[in-house]
């Protein structure tokens, strides 16, 4: 699997948009590309997933680069239950295995 | 039901102690995974079953010793651990290990976690 680059740490207001990157330069042109967050005491839970077209769901938007070497997690309105640790992962075609990499801990201001 | 019920949410056992986590799903799906997170770390596979059947061990030391009695159910026996084996054991379910002709839906359920604490 690709490997994934996160920052570690992202602050942001309440009620404002955050934008999370992710840099996944080796990425192979059928890899997908995963989100996943993990709130305190919580096991991860599913954000959104993309291949190479932009996602929107209920919870987020996720925006992939043209080259496919990296793409940003949008949260539209920040909230405090958004304050979590925020995992950008790349799998194989056809795989559900996911590998975790360090992820961003996003801190939500009220 | 989209859940991934974990069982006990928390575990305190001694070094000679035999204990077992238990996870369950009522989904259909038929892949099951154990993730062990240590505090403040990523989330790191142990083992996958597909269609009841160890598909992945990711090199665990053989205290370690899953069981998939069915497709429902997933068991994690623990005999002489460390205390270094301290960590949150996550347990996770998909619809397969790996999709067919390379389609992926992306999602893993993952249970709320057993905290083991390993005296």
């Known amino acids: 699997d690709a490997k994934t680059t996160q920052p570690n740490s992202m602050e942001s207001n309440e009620e404002e948009p955050v934008h999370l990157p992710c840099n996944h330069s080796t990425i192979s042109g059928t890899d997908y590309i995963h989100w996943y967050r993990q709130l305190p005491s919580q096991g991860p839970e599913y954000v959104i997933h993309g291949l190479t077209s932009n996602v929107n769901n209920r919870m987020a938007s996720l925006a992939i680069a043209e080259d496919r070497k990296s793409s940003t997690l949008i949260l539209h309105r920040a909230t405090l239950r958004d304050a979590a640790v925020y995992y950008c992962i790349v799998s194989g075609a056809g795989s559900y295995q996911l590998t975790f990499g360090k992820g961003t801990k996003l801190s939500v201001i009220p | 039901d989209t859940e991934v019920t974990q069982t006990p949410k928390h575990l305190v056992m001694g070094m000679t102690n035999k204990k077992s986590l238990k996870c369950e799903q009522h989904?259909?799906?038929?892949?099951m995974y154990w993730y062990k997170q240590k505090a403040k770390k990523p989330p790191e596979l142990m083992f996958v079953y597909s269609y009841e059947k160890l598909s992945i061990n990711e090199s665990v030391p053989s205290r370690f010793s899953p069981e998939c009695p069915n497709s429902s159910l997933l068991n994690l026996h623990l005999h002489a651990l460390q205390p270094e084996d301290s960590a949150l054991y996550l347990c996770a379910s998909s619809q397969r290990h790996i999709a067919g002709g390379g389609a992926n839906t992306g999602e893993l359920f993952f249970g709320e976690g057993s905290r083991l604490t390993v005296l």
């Open positions: 989904m259909g799906h038929r892949a």
